[in-house]
């Protein structure tokens, strides 16, 4: 079965610092990878998608299929990406909704 | 533009009660989607839908029942409402499986 691993449940750094929100997952065929995103009071949105290779808010990932992770990485973190940042996965076959991570707080502080 | 609009946003059930959570898309979406969030926990899947007339359960099926009418409205019922069901249950639609889903505001359950 697929599987979505957010090793850190709260991450916290400092205005300015690098910030690298990890993301793993096991599945044995081609899946989509996503991060979802929820900022205080307001309901969780995409930020990104692998297929899309973009940059949104400054953020990136990059999906390392030897790896099997899809770590989201910033290289100055902003006050306003403080949040909670979900990794999900879609499968390629059968069920596509997605598989959800247990989420990450990134807590950026002044 | 509304988008995925759930209710009630909150809502105190006795133990055995029943309920319905409310959910509706706007977007002509034909993928619908509840999923649950307990404390610390990512999302699960209770419950999908490809289409009208079409449902499909998920990882946590148990306990709840849906129904898909039209596109437009995806229920979610609760027939006898148990502890274990205290959660956050989210409501999502999508146009195509794999992509962009856009997700409800929430409902908050506790059952008591």
């Known amino acids: 079965a697929q599987r979505v691993t957010q090793p850190e449940k709260l991450l916290s750094v400092f205005k300015g610092a690098p910030v690298e929100l990890k993301c793993n997952y096991s599945?044995?065929?081609?899946?989509?990878l996503f991060w979802y995103v929820q900022y205080s009071r307001q309901r969780l949105q995409l930020l990104l998608r692998?297929?899309s290779r973009e940059s949104i808010k400054g953020f990136t990932a990059d999906l390392n299929k030897g790896e099997t992770s899809f770590h989201l990485k910033k290289p100055f973190a902003q006050e306003e990406d403080s949040a909670m940042y979900y990794c999900a996965l879609s499968m390629d076959t059968g069920r596509r909704a997605l598989t959800f991570g247990s989420g990450t707080r990134l807590q950026v502080q002044p | 533009n509304a988008g995925v609009t759930q209710t009630p946003k909150f809502r105190i059930l006795k133990i055995g009660q029943s309920m319905t959570l409310q959910c509706a898309q706007d977007?002509?979406?034909?993928?619908m989607y509840w999923y649950r969030q307990d404390p610390g926990m990512g999302l699960k899947l209770i419950y999908y839908s490809v289409g009208a007339g079409i449902t499909d359960k998920g990882e946590v099926p148990n306990g709840y029942n849906v129904s898909r009418s039209t596109t437009e409205d995806f229920p979610l019922r609760l027939e006898l409402a148990a502890p274990s069901q205290t959660s956050v249950y989210f409501c999502a639609s999508g146009q195509t499986s794999g992509n962009t889903i856009y997700f409800g505001e929430g409902s908050w359950l506790t059952v008591v």
């Open positions: 692998h297929i």
């Open positions: 977007m002509n979406h034909n993928y």
């Open positions: 599945y044995s065929g081609s899946p989509e």
